[in-house]
């Protein structure tokens, strides 16, 4: 346990469904990531939230719809997604300040798209 | 735009032995972080050693250590006693600082599949 818990772990939904990712963390931190992983790829940063403030959106499609309701929960809402959309989406949180640590990350949902 | 280069998709090592992963990175910054993650098998992204900028001294945890230099924005992982639980993805990451707005972020390289044989 790292501090930072991903729900589902899998999960395989169709192109026409709706569905969530949930993120939440115990560490304190105040600010919060997604990150999608495809294979031979680097990891990339889809959305940032400081504060529960969205900050960056790394021009991902509003396919994708990101919620933060307090800076110990994330959400990503899902929904009429593609095939390609298919990978692994990790979360992380960090504190936001000179001199702090690294990201910490959760186990992540593998997304599978039919 | 920062960017983190690992030039080694694959790599492999003898258990006990040590092996060096590289990795070099473009930054116009003159202050920043620098790290090396591992993500085995269970996914997991763990950081194994971050190395500050204003640091001249590299940065060591047990058997990992960096070999970080600056000048030549080079920031190589050397794995020493490689053990069979080292087998993994290894991430190198550098951490933006934004001083004109914008939100400070890790960037990462491809990775390096690192495999340990008996």
């Known amino acids: 346990e790292t501090g930072v818990t991903q729900t589902p772990r899998h999960l395989v939904m169709g192109m026409t469904n709706k569905k969530s990712l949930k993120c939440e963390q115990h560490l304190g931190h105040n600010a919060m990531y997604w990150y999608k992983q495809s294979a031979k790829k680097p990891l990339e940063l889809m959305f940032v939230?400081?504060?529960?403030?969205?900050?960056e959106n790394n021009s991902v499609p509003s396919r994708f719809s990101p919620e933060c309701p307090n800076s110990s929960h994330l959400f990503l809402h899902l929904h009429t997604l593609q095939p390609e959309d298919s990978a692994l989406y990790l979360c992380?949180?960090?504190?936001?300040?000179?001199?702090?640590?690294?990201?910490?990350f959760g186990s992540g949902t593998r997304l599978t798209v039919v | 735009a920062q960017t983190v280069t690992q030039s080694q998709p694959e790599m492999s090592v003898q258990e006990a032995e040590t092996v060096t992963l590289s990795c070099t990175y473009d930054t116009s910054e003159s202050d920043y972080y620098l790290f090396w993650y591992k993500q085995p098998p269970s996914r997991q992204m763990i950081l194994v050693i971050r190395?500050?900028?204003?640091?001249?001294q590299n940065a060591t945890e047990n058997r990992f250590s960096v070999n970080f230099q600056k000048a030549a924005k080079s920031f190589s992982l050397k794995i020493s006693d490689s053990q069979l639980g080292d087998a993994a993805m290894y991430f190198c990451?550098?951490?933006?600082?934004?001083?004109?707005?914008?939100?400070?972020?890790?960037?990462f390289g491809k990775g390096t599949k690192l495999t340990v044989n008996p």
């Open positions: 939230y400081n504060f529960k403030e969205q900050t």
């Open positions: 992380a949180s960090s504190q936001v300040h000179r001199g702090a640590g690294g990201y910490t």
């Open positions: 190395q500050e900028a204003y640091k001249q």
């Open positions: 990451a550098y951490r933006t600082y934004p001083t004109q707005g914008g939100s400070e972020k890790l960037v």
